[in-house]
């Protein structure tokens, strides 16, 4: 059973950081990307960051560029989104998703097989 559990969301002041972890099972880091995505109050749900099976590619959208950091550790079935400099337009629910190999089609949600049950990230001004 292909599972997605995302952890390490909270409150967090502007200028602040928070590590997002995206803990899988039911099928190999090896072989897949692992794509990041937010959705705030009232908006789309929109692509953040994806990393590609054996970290071939990592992408981010131009929105956080700079900030973000995606990565991967195989051996703990664990993709990990760190976030800094976080601003309140960062304010969102996150979510992890497996989908294909590579990420170059991450932007768009069809790329998505499967969803992580999302987790709040708050970012006060």
């Known amino acids: 059973q292909v599972q997605l559990v995302e952890s390490g969301g909270g409150l967090v002041h502007t200028g602040g950081s928070l590590r997002l972890s995206c803990a899988i099972s039911g099928f190999s880091l090896d072989f897949t990307g692992i794509g990041w995505y937010r959705q705030a109050p009232g908006k789309g749900r929109e692509g953040v960051s994806c990393i590609s099976s054996h970290d071939v590619d990592a992408y981010y959208a131009d929105s956080v560029k700079g900030r973000f950091t995606v990565s991967r550790d195989n051996a703990k079935n664990t993709v990990y989104l760190q976030m800094n400099n976080l601003k309140p337009e960062d304010t969102a629910t996150y979510y992890c998703?497996?989908?294909?190999?590579?990420?170059?089609?991450?932007?768009?949600?069809?790329?998505?097989?499967?969803w992580g049950q999302g987790i709040q990230v708050t970012v006060s001004s």
């Open positions: 998703a497996k989908g294909a190999h590579y990420c170059s089609g991450y932007m768009s949600l069809a790329w998505v097989q499967y």
